[in-house]
């Protein structure tokens, strides 16, 4: 019986391909070291840089270092459990966490897993942590208003949406309470928040998450969490995490998400921890050479894309913890070069009552007007100016000197608008409503309004405002501009005469 070699070909074909599919040909290394939340594999020949790994307890895995006979990996789970001699194996892939608006309202680690105890989210989308910044040609220029509601700073350092300011103050200075009440500002705009919390004790985070909840803004925002105890590697990783959640409403929604890393300066440290553990040369302050390269290339992913690619943005916030207002150490300078301007918080005036504590000479926004509308623009452009002489003249008049009129006027003004730039805690304000009260002390109205009725003034005019020339304020918020400039003012004269009268008869029956 001769049997035809072609059949034979084909049924040797057949039971080939039928093997192969179910032969697991994953690739598979070996620990050979292990401790401190990296590892030391043996074998993963073709393991790429940035690849996921699998241990045999089931934790995942980073490639870290390619080294000419071993493999460098960060653990990014329970190291305790890995032992010498277990199998790992490559996953060809990268880092990807889950993203969608399935995310909003939730507590997450940095690879995506829900820590609030709210049940599984069911996301079927996946986003790299690790991608290219778009570039320049897919980008536009800032030139949107991202209001955070604090008129410290949406006056004299204005963010827009696709800027990147960064917050940078010593420990205690109200850092974190300014990214807050900005994610606050947003409820019922369309941005999407995405908070960052990068080796905190998880009782401050929860506080935050409280915070937030009470104020209604956790139904936009998403919450990453690398907390204190968590290992190192999971601290590295939260910020670019937090960067693809956001990149999802930007690039596959077209619309805006705001991203505060709070705060880089502890990302470094478990950085440097992972850097060292590996044997990486250490440079400045120990930090590897690459630590810049840390920083810029998740900042860089903040941007306003370009109208042909949707006119999304993602806007970062980063904060930085400076020791005993050392802006010039390696850090701080690293990441006032990669911004666009930074908010500066000053320990003394903090303890002085002034709240937010922003330095008015030392912030600034590279954006600057093109972030503010162009009422705010038009009324806060000397407030800067004024407050920087009111801080020159301040030391001339503690000597006791003699003040001539224009100079003592100066320091009545300056000593006001200070009063003005005060605000308290989670009250973030309207655009048109601070346009209404700096408007009130640019222009002079104040200046026979006592400095301790500043802020009783303030509540009862902006009350005032919105029962009766709702118009007014409404005007300015729809189109940005104070067209009826002579009614705004001769409503404001009216209202501090009056309530200069109502003082002066609670004075005299007193």
Do not use: W
């Not at 807050?180 to 960052?196: G, L, S």
Request: proline letters at 4%; hydrophobic letters at 40%.
């Amino acid at each position: 019986m001769k049997i035809k070699t072609e059949e034979i070909k084909s049924i040797i074909r057949q039971e080939i391909e039928g093997y192969k599919s179910e032969l697991d040909v994953s690739e598979t290394g070996t620990v050979i070291e292990v401790g401190d939340g990296i590892a030391r594999l043996y074998g993963l020949e073709n393991a790429m840089a940035g690849e996921m790994l699998e241990f045999e307890n089931g934790a995942h895995g980073l490639v870290f270092n390619l080294e000419e006979n071993t493999i460098g990996a960060v653990i990014l789970g329970d190291f305790l459990t890995i032992e010498e001699g277990h199998t790992v194996k490559r996953l060809n892939r990268v880092l990807a966490v889950p993203v969608g608006e399935e995310l909003l309202g939730r507590v997450v680690n940095p690879l995506g897993v829900p820590i609030d105890g709210k049940g599984p989210i069911n996301s079927d989308k996946m986003r790299p942590v690790e991608i290219i910044a778009p570039g320049i040609a897919d980008r536009q220029p800032v030139k949107e208003p991202l209001q955070t509601g604090l008129k410290s700073i949406d006056a004299m350092t204005p963010i827009g949406r696709g800027q990147r300011e960064l917050i940078i103050g010593d420990r205690k200075t109200g850092k974190t309470a300014i990214a807050v009440d900005a994610i606050i500002n947003q409820k019922n705009t369309d941005v999407v928040c995405i908070y960052v919390a990068i080796g905190q004790k998880a009782s401050t985070v929860a506080g935050v998450v409280e915070k937030l909840e009470q104020h209604g803004a956790m139904d936009y925002t998403i919450v990453v969490a690398a907390n204190a105890s968590d290992p190192a590697p999971l601290q590295y990783i939260a910020p670019y995490a937090g960067c693809a959640m956001g990149e999802y409403f930007m690039f596959e929604k077209h619309g805006h998400a705001l991203c505060v890393y709070d705060d880089l300066s502890k990302q470094a440290n478990s950085y440097r921890e992972l850097s060292l553990l590996m044997r990486r040369p250490p440079g400045r302050e120990a930090y590897p050479g690459d630590i810049f390269y840390c920083h810029s290339r998740l900042l860089e992913r903040a941007c306003k894309m370009s109208d042909d690619l949707g006119a999304g943005s993602l806007t970062a916030l980063p904060i930085i913890e400076t020791q005993e207002g050392e802006v010039s150490a390696y850090i701080p300078t690293n990441v006032i070069s990669i911004t666009d301007g930074q908010i500066y918080l000053q320990p003394n005036l903090f303890a002085s009552g002034l709240r937010p504590a922003v330095d008015v000479g030392i912030s600034v926004s590279r954006v600057g007007g093109n972030a503010q509308i162009k009422a705010m623009k038009k009324f806060a452009g000397s407030l800067r100016l004024d407050l920087a002489q009111y801080r020159e003249l301040e030391a001339f008049a503690q000597l006791g000197t003699e003040l001539d009129a224009s100079t003592q006027k100066q320091l009545d003004r300056g000593e006001r608008l200070y009063e003005i730039l005060k605000q308290k805690q989670y009250e973030p304000m309207l655009v048109e409503e601070q346009v209404a009260i700096i408007y009130a002390g640019t222009q002079g109205f104040l200046d026979k309004v006592a400095v301790e009725d500043i802020k009783e003034f303030e509540a009862e005019f902006l009350k005032y405002m919105r029962d009766s020339h709702g118009d007014l304020l409404e005007e300015i918020s729809s189109s940005g501009v104070m067209k009826n400039e002579e009614k705004f003012s001769k409503v404001t004269a009216d209202y501090v005469q009056d309530f200069l009268s109502r003082k002066s008869a609670a004075g005299a029956s007193a």
